[in-house]
């Protein structure tokens, strides 16, 4: 089945640096990768997502890029806030026919923005 | 819209219980799913159902039960709870038709065994 790795675990970085956070996933299948943030105590949020036959998007702060070949995407995030402060899980997802929305999640990297 | 409900918010057990998780989700999804969380280990994925009558295993299955009988509710059962079931609980839905959707996550259920 997919495994989804996520690194770093942690990562602290100044307000206003650029932070990224790396995925890798091992079923070639795959076609959808989501990402998700998560705050102390609250339940996990979509922030951006990118499909099989996209190599980058980006909304606004944030910017979320494939690399197929390699399997690995990952996440930009510009600017940081220290609201942005929380912790990222990726996650990968194939589609047989669209019948699934099964997610494997990498296991989190926590971000610690320092004003 | 209530989105994704799970009822309990906290519970705690005793090792050898059993009890009922519950999630509901107003949107007409066709997917529903329980993830567990814990420290390090992110989310990992228990059962998931595609529709009404279709329920399948995820990642860590074992020693739960789901059923989906109507395309709102999908409890969860803990059949003879044990330590290593203490986490926190999340059910999440979404589309599926066709193509991927984002997932809505319920407010999650912290369960403690003891």
């Known amino acids: 089945g997919e495994n989804v790795e996520q690194h770093p675990s942690t990562l602290s970085v100044q307000e206003g640096d650029s932070a990224v956070i790396k995925c890798t996933y091992s079923d070639s299948a795959s076609n959808y990768f989501p990402w998700y943030k998560q705050e102390l105590g609250k339940r996990p949020q979509l922030i951006i997502d990118?499909?099989?036959?996209?190599g980058e998007k980006k909304d606004q702060r944030i910017a979320v890029t494939l690399n197929k070949t390699a399997k690995h995407f990952s996440l930009h995030i510009t600017e940081t806030q220290p609201e942005d402060s929380a912790v990222y899980f990726c996650a990968a997802a194939s589609y047989y026919g669209g019948a699934t929305n099964k997610l494997i999640f990498g296991t989190g990297t926590l971000l610690a923005v320092q004003p | 819209n209530a989105g994704v409900t799970q009822t309990p918010k906290f519970q705690v057990l005793k090792t050898g219980q059993s009890m009922t998780l519950q999630c509901a989700q107003d949107?007409?999804?066709?997917?529903m799913s329980w993830y567990r969380q814990d420290p390090g280990m992110g989310l990992r994925l228990i059962h998931y159902s595609v529709g009404a009558g279709i329920t399948d295993q995820g990642e860590v299955p074992n020693g739960y039960n789901v059923s989906r009988s109507t395309t709102e509710d999908f409890p969860l059962r803990l059949l003879s709870a044990a330590p290593s079931q203490t986490s926190v609980y999340f059910c999440?839905?979404?589309?599926?038709?066709?193509?991927?959707?984002?997932?809505?996550f319920g407010p999650g259920t912290r369960l403690t065994v003891t």
């Open positions: 949107m007409n999804h066709e997917y």
């Open positions: 990118i499909r099989s036959n996209v």
């Open positions: 999440a839905s979404s589309y599926t038709s066709g193509r991927a959707y984002e997932q809505y």
